[in-house]
């Protein structure tokens, strides 16, 4: 089992940034994605941004060049650094894990980032 707490969300306004951290507990494994994905209201969940333990990212073209993901593997924590905050960032937020070789993946309880004037 693996548990994820995620901590950053909050209430901005356009142009300005937030950190979102995500600290993972429990049998992470060597090999893991870990990853941030957003839904907001009446759309479906989607990717924002994802990276491996070796750094490997990817990321949404929406976010692209505004929003840097990385991680510390020494403390098994990823962060979604927001730059630029949009209206149409707001969402729940949630931090995800894949693991290898398992293989399972596990969400963490959502934190809402909301950017309005």
């Known amino acids: 089992q693996v548990q994820l707490v995620e901590s950053g969300g909050g209430l901005v306004q356009p142009g300005e940034s937030l950190r979102l951290s995500c600290a993972a507990s429990?049998?992470?494994?060597?090999?893991?994605?870990m990853s941030w994905h957003r839904q907001a209201p009446g759309k479906e969940r989607e990717l924002v941004a994802s990276?491996?333990?070796?750094?490997?990212?990817n990321y949404a073209d929406s976010v692209k060049g505004r929003f840097t993901i990385f991680r510390d593997n020494a403390k098994n924590t990823v962060y979604l650094q927001m730059n630029s905050l949009k209206p149409e960032d707001t969402a729940v937020y949630y931090c995800r894990i894949r693991v290898f070789p398992v293989d399972s993946i596990y969400w963490g309880q959502g934190t809402q980032v909301t950017v309005s004037s």
């Open positions: 429990g049998s992470i494994f060597t090999g893991n994605v």
């Open positions: 990276i491996t333990t070796a750094r490997t990212t």
